[in-house]
């Protein structure tokens, strides 16, 4: 098993510019998640999603949109980038959500 | 809004000491309490849980949780410089069926020679 896959690992963007954020599990896990970790801060939650067409916001979720249409894939999508969403993102997943996190190895965007 | 506090540090402990870090939340109903260790450039992995009041224990890991003053601790015992790292707390509420946890800031450890 590959676990959680982030694609790519690297990027940086132009203010205004778009991109999606890539997020695969091959654990048939039902629980995935978008983070945003900046410098010295824990993780807040943007978006989360329980199933298959089934998502909701986080904390933090201005700026951004997800889809959920199968069970494996979670992309993250950023609309019109900001300076603002310069950030380390990372997807993770969990069977039931009430169990520990698996996660990705991130996504370091900078955004310029 | 539900919170959960970290002392972002660093701790600085020497070689063979004990670590203590500590994390305090505000949601009273919280069931489940993670510590996750995050080494610099890489993503966040679980080294211990603890869902009821007191210790656990697993190697030189012991999880402290305290309901009643919504507290829980980390302790490494022995510290190597391969502990290294920061320490983030997660904790689970149980709020109209949410599973999703809220993270703290993280501690930074640094164990010297």
């Known amino acids: 098993n590959a676990g959680v896959t982030q694609t790519p690992k690297f990027r940086i963007l132009k203010i205004g510019q778009s991109m999606t954020l890539q997020c695969a599990q091959d654990?048939?896990?039902?629980?995935m998640y978008w983070y945003r970790q900046d410098p010295g801060m824990g993780l807040k939650l943007i978006y989360y999603?329980?199933?298959?067409?089934?998502?909701d916001k986080g904390e933090v979720p201005n700026g951004y949109n997800v889809s959920r249409s199968t069970t494996e894939d979670f992309p993250l999508r950023l609309e019109l980038a900001a300076p603002s969403q310069t950030s380390v993102y990372f997807c993770?997943?969990?069977?039931?959500?009430?169990?520990?996190?698996?996660f990705g190895s991130g996504t370091q965007l900078s955004v310029l | 809004q539900k919170e959960v506090e970290q002392n972002s540090g660093p701790l600085s402990v020497p070689e063979g000491a004990i670590a203590s870090l500590n994390c305090t939340y505000s949601d009273r109903g919280s069931q489940s309490f993670f510590w996750y260790r995050q080494y610099s450039g890489k993503s966040p992995e679980l080294i211990m849980f603890i869902y009821s009041n007191g210790d656990k224990e697993d190697g030189r890991f012991t999880a402290q949780l305290n309901k009643a003053s919504q507290y829980v601790s980390l302790l490494i015992r022995d510290s190597q410089p391969s502990d290294s790292a920061t320490y983030l707390c997660a904790v689970r509420p149980l709020t109209g069926g949410s599973y999703i946890p809220t993270f703290g800031r993280g501690t930074s450890l640094i164990v010297h020679p």
């Open positions: 999603s329980v199933g298959a067409g089934i998502t």
């Open positions: 993770a997943s969990n069977p039931r959500g009430d169990e520990k996190l698996f």
């Open positions: 654990m048939n896990h039902n629980y």
